[in-house]
T-cell receptor, first 113, second 116 residues
């Protein structure tokens, strides 16, 4: 069983569309994250939820909205997609303690055309 | 602000040679430090981490790293490179300023090429 699973793996869409990426973890972790990896492979945190509560909300356009229905799921909805949103989006999870070892999903490659 | 610098965006070694990937961080307090590996079209996998205690930490696949507070470094090494080690490597630090949010700050990444 995949520990952190993201769907879809690839997403190609036109500018202006709205799309969602789903993430689920079966590790019993209580904290989940969204990271964006740009074309230069730089990773930057976007959001984090702990037990369904938003705890990190970086400077991200408000077109991006995370939702956590329970602590095993963290979805990312993006409105009015722009060319600059093209990237790989990674979901990750960890335990809520100081020993932060993330488990990453395999990523969603978003291409906006 | 907390930052991580990986010296060398691209490192090339011969199979069987020593691997050395450099990572320096800036922090006013001792951070937690991590190395992750990313194989093509995959997510990141934790190689090893330093939290407290012994400054030389061993990870998976024969990698190890040493935390040197005086040098604010956490370099990754492996005595003998295998072809399968070719991947992207990321150093990351926890952000003490974020309290207990679990936020990690990543370096720019180093591409390791292993030549036959």
């Amino acid at each position: 069983d995949t520990a952190v699973s993201q769907t879809p793996k690839y997403l190609v869409t036109q500018m202006g569309n709205d799309k969602s990426i789903k993430c689920e973890q079966n590790l019993g972790h209580d904290t989940m994250y969204w990271y964006k990896q740009d074309s230069k492979k730089f990773l930057k945190i976007m959001f984090s939820y702990n037990n369904k509560e938003l705890i990190i909300n970086e400077t991200v356009p408000n077109r991006f909205s995370p939702k956590s229905p329970d602590k095993a799921h963290l979805n990312l909805h993006i409105n009015s997609l722009e060319l600059g949103d093209s990237a790989v989006y990674f979901c990750a999870s960890s335990h809520w303690d100081r020993d932060y070892g993330y488990t990453f999903g395999s990523g969603t490659r978003l291409t906006v055309v | 602000a907390q930052s991580v610098t990986q010296l060398g965006s691209h490192v090339s070694v011969s199979e069987g040679a020593l691997v050395l990937l450099r990572c320096n961080y800036s922090s006013s307090v001792p951070p937690y430090l991590f190395w992750y590996v990313q194989y093509p079209n995959q997510g990141l996998q934790l190689l090893l981490k330093y939290t407290t205690g012994a400054t030389l930490v061993k990870g998976i696949n024969g990698f190890e790293a040493e935390f040197k507070k005086s040098e604010t470094s956490f370099h990754l090494t492996k005595p003998s490179a295998h072809m399968s080690d070719a991947a992207e490597y990321f150093c990351a630090v926890s952000d003490p300023g974020s309290g207990n949010t679990g936020k990690l700050i990543f370096g720019q990444g180093t591409t390791l090429q292993v030549k036959p």
